[in-house]
């Protein structure tokens, strides 16, 4: 079993700024990517970005291309989401993600269905 426990979420203007941070414990050897997604009332959850645990690779949505980057600290086993230049639209609870198996592309690390493990969540509002 994996655990994650997000935080770093909160109320920020449009233009601003946040980083999430998403700490893993238990089986954390077993960990092959981690994502990160988003979640509005009403709607279905949709993938954010993702990074493979071992090499690095990054994947974004196209909504956040240019304003989040994805990293890891593997010696901290933990994974963070830094958020620019956010925007209203932005707003959401967001979740961290982790998964033991699959393949590299990007239709599999932004697929939900393909994480086994899911923080919490952590709720982002972006006011305009």
């Known amino acids: 079993q994996v655990q994650l426990v997000e935080s770093g979420g909160g109320l920020v203007q449009a233009g601003g700024s946040l980083r999430l941070s998403c700490a893993a414990s238990?089986?954390?050897?077993?960990?092959?990517?981690m994502g990160w997604f988003r979640q509005t009332p009403g709607k279905e959850r949709e993938f954010v970005a993702a990074?493979?645990?071992?090499?690095?690779?990054?994947y974004y949505a196209d909504s956040v291309k240019g304003r989040f980057a994805i990293s890891r600290d593997n010696a901290k086993n933990t994974v963070f989401l830094q958020m620019n230049s956010l925007k209203p639209e932005d707003t959401a609870v967001y979740y961290c993600?982790?998964?033991?198996?699959?393949?590299?592309?990007?239709?599999?690390?932004?697929?939900?269905?393909?994480?086994?493990?899911w923080g919490q969540g952590t709720q982002v509002t972006v006011s305009s």
């Open positions: 993600a982790a998964r033991v198996s699959g393949s590299w592309y990007y239709a599999s690390v932004s697929s939900v269905s393909r994480y086994d493990y």
């Open positions: 238990g089986r954390t050897f077993s960990i092959k990517s």
């Open positions: 990074i493979i645990w071992s090499g690095g690779s990054t």
